[in-house]
């Protein structure tokens, strides 16, 4: 069984290189990204897809990740979240913390080690 993630990351570069990452990890992981988090949160309310994690980005246009949170809870189904941003700013991890709906917050780039801390914590079944 696929591990099934959706990257939302106003850049592209940050999406592929997650991508690869996962790739190289020789798991079963299907990825689906965005650059555009109106429309993540649009193909989240009207597709029937679900998904194991939801990597997502703070700073980005039109829609930033904790205003992306505020509508996301407002949809019926739910979805591990997981803040992956470059902000190193304590307020932002504090602010995070304050989302009931996270379910952690880690600094880029991306490792190896954060995705799987990340799986064990949400106890997403994995097989290397």
């Known amino acids: 069984m696929k591990i099934k993630i959706l990257l939302i990351d106003d850049d592209i570069i940050c999406n592929m290189a997650n991508e690869r990452l996962m790739r190289s990890m020789e798991m079963a992981i299907e990825t689906k990204s965005f650059i555009?988090?109106?429309?993540a949160l649009l193909h989240l309310e009207e597709k029937k897809e679900n998904y194991d994690l939801v990597l997502l980005d703070i700073n980005m246009p039109k829609l930033n990740g904790w205003e992306f949170l505020d509508q996301y809870?407002?949809?019926?189904?739910?979805?591990?979240?997981?803040?992956?941003?470059?902000s190193i700013d304590a307020n932002d991890q504090k602010r995070a913390k304050s989302y009931k709906i996270l379910?952690?917050?880690?600094?880029?780039?991306?490792?190896?080690?954060?995705?799987?801390?990340?799986?064990?914590?949400?106890?997403?079944?994995?097989?290397?």
């Not at 780039?109 to 079944?125: A, G, Y």
């Open 36 to 39: 555009d988090p109106t429309k």
């Open 73 to 86: 809870q407002t949809l019926e189904k739910r979805f591990p979240i997981v803040m992956l941003t470059s």
């Open 103 to 128: 379910s952690g917050y880690y600094v880029k780039p991306l490792r190896k080690s954060d995705l799987l801390e990340i799986f064990n914590t949400l106890r997403i079944k994995f097989s290397s």
